[in-house]
């Protein structure tokens, strides 16, 4: 490669960014446009024809992967090995902290808590405090802990501000005792590398100045993803002087106010917007061109992410070709719509002669891929998820599974090994083995040995009682069901179990998410009664089985990929989908309860289109059951920010004039549509409801005589009551039901 030849391949802003060297300068790089080349010629530029020693320069991005990357890249431009720090913030943090921890009071030695190790920290202080971790898990603690540093709170600052009641002096304590610990034990935790950092450097003028000498040229990738601490770290860095006492600020930063989508996450979208506020006399790059998409895809992008305020003015485009149009479809519900998405894989794919692994569906929440697993399961095509678990692999729908497959086979090991201590019964090991060894040399079941009182009854009275409360519920309900419908049942053992309020009092978002899962599941059943309402137990499971046994597929396989759009950020695909176009879906219906809740939603959207090179799909359903609830939808607001000219399909903006009068298809109600799953809490709330109402049924409730309702058989009349055990006459059958798990209520 000659001397400047690398600098041929880029267009004129691309080289403009790469050669300006001086100063602050902000790259504004939007999708697809060629920033990793951009960086790595000007990382070569300053090395090879600026004479700069890789020494003074540091490039800091967020992840390993984009470390290794352009670390690789700018050795072959350089052809020589790179002695230069490209690193993660966390890794260039640790680098400096290893060096100097002693400023700070602790050890060059010092010890990096995990995750785990965090959790272990935080469980110890809570048992020391007599916290109760069912309603206050060590993950809730965890979360508020790591916004406060990011934020820049100490524990004392936190209970100054915020000690005011019961809850709140309980954080401050358990973070206060956090911090304590981990100083005691010279260990650090991941927010700890950023926050320390930034504190040596603002103690210590000598260590500081060490660094800003050193490094004279700094890079930062993905600056739209800064939190505060990260942006004071570069700003103290790059607030350096020359020999001249005039600041340097050789400062370049790269990113994208417009594919900004983790605010939730401590993002800080300001640092972006107002880099140019921040530090003034900075220049602008925007790299406009795009090498991944068609026109038609770029100009869809645009015609929605144009509607946020709060963005920098810029816009793809790309000499490629118009492309095809994006193609909508308004399907009847959630399955149409799997199917439609599942029948045009399978046709483009013949048609276009593309590969599996060429395809994407890009959803909004988890939940959603479970209805696309099932569509392409029945095709015969391959897939795998990524980001995350497949549905009926995730272990809150496996607990649930193994509750239910308890109930209808006893005898079922397996499954009670998985929920004996699911949720928390204090059944540890040691106990599992003596009760498995037992049942080995009886030669019965597990489940059987639980109904010996005189075995339970041997351990302590916590954990006898608990167990004696699992046997029972099992029982029950293994008797009852044939009695009831599907879901019921499972409403019953979701609560009876105590499985639900277990994941409601850790009060996390992983705990949400779970939530969220096992109301979707809710719709799995709901569905199955609605094509067989006399559908039993054995047939359902049987059924599930068959889909959830599907291989996993390897990330090298020729297989569709399911993601959400989040985990999608830096990746594309020639054909996209992109399903679940609803308001209350996406954009979610928090977005509309904060200020800027719909604009964050609204850079999501953009950074799905962006993902497709040559053809993307936008689906809907005019009705959806979500967390086993069927509601009628409203068509997504950035559907209708698309320009119509850019869509073929359903007739998308023929229903607009519907959407202005407040009445949608099959006369929904505008009400209905604005937070259509405002449904989580709703759905968990109907779910305890129906619990509820089954298990107060008793037998003081009915006499001989009274009519009554039952979910499955219709009405009925009581024919007699006996003890726990009530006998009704239904239109074409005599049954016997269990009270208090019976759904049934006098009329």
Known sequence: MGRTDYLDKLNDKQKEAAMYTEGPLLILAGAGSGKTSTMTCRIAYLIREMGVHPYNILAVTFTNKAAKEMRERV????GEGVNMWILTFHSACLRILRRHAEVLGYGRDFAVYDPTDQKTVVKNICKELNIDTKKFSPSYFLGIISHCKEQRISAREYNGIYGTDYKEQMIGQVYDRYEKILKKNNAMDFDDLLLKTVELFEQDEEVLLRYQDRFQYIMVDEYQDTNMIQYAFVRLLADARDRDGNIRRNLCVVGDDDQCIYQWRGADIRNILEFEKDFPGAKTVKLEQNYRSTANILEAAH??????????????????????KIVYYNADDEKDEAYFIASEINRVAGSDHADYRQFAVLYRTNAQSRTFEEALSRRDIPYRVLGGLRYYDRKEIKDMMSYMGLVQNRANDLALVRIINEPKRGVGGKTLQKLQALAQVRGTSLFDVLLDDDVIDSFSAKVSDNLKQLAGLIATYGIEKDNMKISDLYDGLLVNSGYMKALEDQHTVEAEGRLENLMEFKSVIVGYEKEDPNMSLAEFMERIALLADVDNHDSEENAVTLMTLHSAKGLEFPYVFMPGMEDGLFPGWRAFDREDGLEEERRLCYVGITRAKKRLWMTSARTRTIYGRTDYTRESVFLHELDSKLLEGDGIYEKKDRRTEGVFRDGASENVAMKPFDQLKYARAQTKQRAEAMAKANAESFSVG???????????????????????????????????????KKL
């Open 706 to 744: 009274d009519r009554v309702a039952h979910s499955k058989f219709g009405e009925g009349t009581v024919l007699e009551v006996n003890g726990k055990v009530i006998r009704i006459e239904f239109a074409d059958q005599v049954r016997k039901l269990a009270l208090g798990i019976a759904p049934i």
């Open 75 to 78: 050795q072959r431009l350089i």
């Open 303 to 324: 015609s929605v992410i144009s509607h946020n305020r709060g963005r920098k003015d810029k816009k793809l485009w790309t000499d490629a070709e118009d492309g095809r």
